[in-house]
């Protein structure tokens, strides 16, 4: 069973920016895709950013330019960056874990409140 653990979640104001980490333990061998979620109140749960193990990466759209995710597979960590941060950033950040492209492992999940 792959564990993962965020940090580095918080408050700041829009503009501002935070770096997420995610700490994972287990077979981290088979773990293929890593990723970002997340969930603001009253809407559904959404992809940020993911990465694979080649270090391939995708971005959803309101985050192109301003996120960038990266990985260490040594220790298999991913990493978000977040800059120009906004409102609407505004949510529960998860770290993912999967074997293949989509999500089998999923962290408790990390606070960042964007303040105007």
């Known amino acids: 069973q792959v564990q993962l653990v965020e940090s580095g979640g918080g408050l700041v104001q829009a503009g501002g920016s935070l770096r997420l980490s995610c700490a994972a333990s287990?077979?981290?061998?088979?773990?293929?895709?890593l990723g970002w979620y997340r969930q603001a109140p009253g809407k559904q749960r959404e992809l940020v950013a993911n990465i694979n193990r080649g270090g391939i990466t995708n971005y959803a759209d309101s985050v192109k330019g301003r996120f960038t995710i990266s990985r260490d597979n040594a220790k298999g960590s991913v990493y978000l960056q977040m800059n120009s941060l906004q409102p609407e950033d505004t949510a529960v950040y998860y770290c993912?874990?999967?074997?293949?492209?989509?999500?089998?492992?999923w962290g408790q999940g990390t606070q960042v409140t964007v303040s105007s």
């Open positions: 993912t874990a999967g074997l293949i492209y989509s999500p089998r492992f």
């Open positions: 287990g077979p981290i061998s088979i773990i293929n895709t």
